[in-house]
């Protein structure tokens, strides 16, 4: 019998941490858009519905540990490979279950509780028309009111263009038979020979190339999990928002956060045509047409609740925000998922300031005499470009506490031995994940483990030895550094900015 259901399962997921699925980010969200948030402060309950490898789920769940955390998925080796990670981290707060949608969603799990978080990625448009329904049953019945669900999947009309690329690459593994990372390695070769027959498809969609470019140079599983699903099929915002609605969800906003405003990316020409519909599912749905959007990442509440101009205020007051770089790497030059801005220099140049000394929530921007008779409205739009332009991180009561935080980092830090796939580390400050690649993480380790003054030359003798001891080496222009001497010169200034411009980071994230 086949228990993937079309699913290409031969091949594991990619490793990957998505943000947007933390409960404090989630809170955000909905706060940002105006509506009261599932979870303020205290014990919360969360679920993640196909975690793929569980990185996610494990730094949530580390990150906030006065949260009851349930994660299921259907592939074996999924949930093996999670479960060792928690296991390593030594985590009390997660569960991990094998489960299919229709059994989770028939209540055949026992003891599960009502969740004030249900979130998936990108799995929706993936599975069958009948696992979409088993979706929603299990939200409808597991959901609180006033719960917040996550769910992000390709979208039309940006896909538009590219279904008949897809649907070949199927066609071909069909036709070709292999695991699907060779099916997927064939298919690409053949769409390489397709485009050299200057196929009119091709040369009729521009749009194609970047995709085409990714299928060349990108990692075969992640492509699999991406292209290879036989039910695989991109949905609009309208088809998604009805679905949910039998399960008394409504739409709350975009993980996206500067979505929230309009004015960013819309004209007044652009907006009047997105008003014409006076349906708020269907104006959602247009400025997929206006943006031409691909993907999108939906937040629904069950139980939307309007806050009033006061609540609204003070919910935002509460919110926290962190530079993520150095004051020095802060720009007013904002680059961001709907494009680029220019920030007001007096006003940022004063927000970023202060978050040079410390994290700061937005009342604690009010009250400073740089920002004094700035609204607390202005100053969430300031906080949202600059997370959104990657120089902050903005969160509504995240946990705090660094003890399980601090296991899982040093699992994934041990996880290099093997591989690199795991390239996070966990904030308690945020209670969400930052990126880090094989360097900082080599340098994170020897931080976390070394007490007194920090030389460089010496943190940079023991992140090479780590670096030696896996197997690996530095790299010039692309190739690997024979000798301990080229690799301690190579090295070393990279140790240096780490040291200089990201541990002060990580320290304000409580990293360390």
């Known amino acids: 019998m086949d228990w993937t259901a079309g699913y290409a399962s031969d091949v594991e997921y990619t490793a990957g941490f998505y943000m947007e699925q933390g409960p404090s980010y989630l809170n955000l969200v909905c706060a940002l858009n105006g509506y009261e948030p599932p ?56 569960t991990l279950l094998e489960n299919s949608f229709e059994e989770l969603a028939q209540g055949k799990v026992g003891d599960l509780p009502q969740f004030d978080y249900i979130t998936l990625h990108g799995i929706y448009t993936w599975v069958t028309a009948e696992n979409r329904r088993h979706i929603v049953d299990f939200i409808g019945r597991y959901l609180k009111p006033g719960g917040a669900v996550y769910i992000s999947y390709n979208a039309m009309p940006g896909w538009a263009g590219a279904q008949p690329l897809q649907r070949l690459l199927v066609e071909y593994g069909d036709a070709f038979p292999n695991r699907s990372n060779a099916e997927m390695a064939g298919a690409v070769q053949f769409v390489e020979r397709l485009a ?70 819309l004209s007044p020409e652009r907006r009047a045509v997105v008003e014409t519909f006076p349906d708020s599912v269907m104006q959602e749905t247009l400025k997929d047409y206006v943006l031409d959007n691909a993907f999108r990442k939906d937040v629904f509440v069950r139980g939307l609740r309007r806050m009033s101009p006061l609540r609204h205020a003070e919910v935002l007051s509460q919110v926290g925000v962190a530079l993520t770089v150095p004051r020095a790497a802060c720009t007013v030059t904002l680059k961001t998922a709907v494009g680029t801005f220019n920030g007001d220099v007096n006003l940022y140049g004063a927000v970023c300031d202060a978050l040079a000394t410390r994290p700061h929530t937005l009342g604690e921007l009010m009250a400073l005499p740089s920002l004094a008779g700035r609204p607390v409205t202005s100053l969430m739009e300031v906080a949202t470009l600059l997370a959104s332009s990657g120089q902050a991180a903005v969160y509504l009561h995240a946990g705090g506490k660094t003890e399980a935080a601090t296991r899982m980092n040093a699992a994934l830090v041990r996880l290099l031995r093997y591989s690199d796939e795991y390239q996070v580390l966990c904030s308690p400050l945020t209670g969400n994940g930052v990126g880090a690649d094989v360097i900082d993480r080599l340098v994170y380790s020897v931080l976390s483990q070394r007490k007194g003054t920090v030389y460089v030359d010496a943190v940079t003798r ?51």
Do not use: C
């Open 196 to 265: 050299g027959a200057q196929s009119a498809y091709i040369e009729a969609h521009p749009s194609l190339k970047p995709r085409l470019e990714t299928l060349k140079s990108g990692n075969r599983n992640y492509l699999v999990h991406e292209y290879m699903h036989k039910h695989w099929q991109p949905l609009y915002h309208a088809d998604v928002a009805r679905d949910l609605a039998d399960a008394k969800m409504e739409y709350a906003g975009s993980a996206v956060l500067p979505m929230a405003y309009p004015s960013l990316y």
């Open 39 to 94: 979870v303020l402060s205290g014990p919360f309950t969360y679920f993640e519905l196909g975690f793929g490898r569980g990185l996610t789920a494990n730094v949530l769940a580390a990150g906030n540990p006065q949260g009851t955390f349930y994660a299921a998925d259907f592939n074996p080796a999924h949930v093996a490979g999670a479960r060792a990670l928690a296991a390593s981290a030594q985590l009390s707060n997660l």
């Open 462 to 512: 023991q992140v090479w030895e780590r670096l030696e001891a896996l197997g690996r080496r530095m790299a010039k222009e692309g190739v690997p550094l024979e000798g301990e001497d080229a690799n301690l010169a190579e090295l070393r200034p990279r140790v240096e900015a780490i040291l200089r411009d990201k541990v002060p980071v990580w320290q304000q994230l409580k990293l360390l």
